[in-house]
């Protein structure tokens, strides 16, 4: 199928998806800064309406809307090491089974997620200044091995399913940089989203993914799994834990 690859997508206007719009199509975008991007109706960043598509280690930031999806139940979202940061919202879905997996979403104003209808997967996701928004009685939702900011309790949910859920972590995922605030008002680049040596998010993750198996790399392109289990977010520790030395004239060094 065709795909949209490598491309920096930026300061664009349409009516419909101000960076990327799919309409019935089945495209792979990957690897795309996709920033600063206007729609005068709907979906600054990516629209995606009736697809399949599979959205793979993007940056997608500084939008109203970053990612907004619509479609029937025989088709399917997946996302899959991106960083969707710095938008008012971050991603509103509706109605197809969606798979965000090693995802960083994060600082979005707003909501981080809102979620309308059918089944939502969220594995291995970091998910942090922002909420998460269930919004009518029917989806059913699975979070697994996630860190989000106030635990499974901080998703607001109209459903009558209960949130399912295990492995959940609330701990600060210790980023490179931290930005000055939320929202798309705020500059942020990819490094900003790597995680420090002591981050709680090392080898928290699971290697076990329900349907879909770990992508070989993560969104800097380094090798997904650093040691042999993989970690909660879009990039992946590179790093050896750290070791602090004692010397013998009493020095610590770290």
Not at 44 to 63: A, E, P, T, V
Not at 93 to 104: A, E, G, K, R, V
Not at 139 to 164: D, H, K, L
Request: net charge negative; charged share 20%; glycine share 10%.
């Amino acid at each position: 199928g065709p795909m949209i690859r490598n491309n920096k997508i930026i300061n664009n206007t349409a009516v419909r998806g101000g960076g990327i719009a799919s309409d019935h199509a089945f495209p792979d975008i990957i690897g795309n800064i996709i920033s600063y991007n206007e729609a005068s109706d709907i979906a600054d960043g990516i629209f995606l309406w009736f697809s399949n598509n599979r959205i793979k280690g993007n940056l997608i930031s500084n939008h109203e809307v970053g990612i907004e999806g619509w479609g029937g139940n025989a088709r399917q979202f997946i996302f899959v090491n991106n960083v969707i940061v710095q938008n008012f919202i971050g991603i509103i879905l509706s109605d197809n089974p969606c798979y965000l997996i090693n995802n960083t979403i994060c600082n979005n104003e707003f909501r981080n997620i809102i979620y309308r209808e059918g089944q939502l997967f969220v594995i291995n996701s970091i998910i942090r200044n922002g909420t998460v928004e269930i919004m009518s009685e029917q989806p059913r939702s699975v979070f697994i091995n996630c860190n989000i900011e106030g635990g499974i309790g901080a998703i607001e949910t109209e459903s009558v399913f209960p949130v399912e859920h295990e492995g959940i972590i609330d701990e600060d995922p210790a980023f490179f940089r931290n930005t000055d605030g939320t929202g798309p008002a705020y500059e942020t680049f990819p490094s900003d989203w790597k995680i420090l040596p002591v981050s709680k998010c090392i080898d928290r993750g699971t290697n076990d993914v329900p349907v879909f198996s770990l992508s070989e790399n993560d969104f800097m392109n380094n090798p997904r799994i650093n040691n042999t289990v993989v970690d909660i977010g879009a990039v992946e520790n590179q790093d050896m834990e750290p070791v602090i030395l004692e010397q013998p004239l009493g020095g610590i060094f770290c």
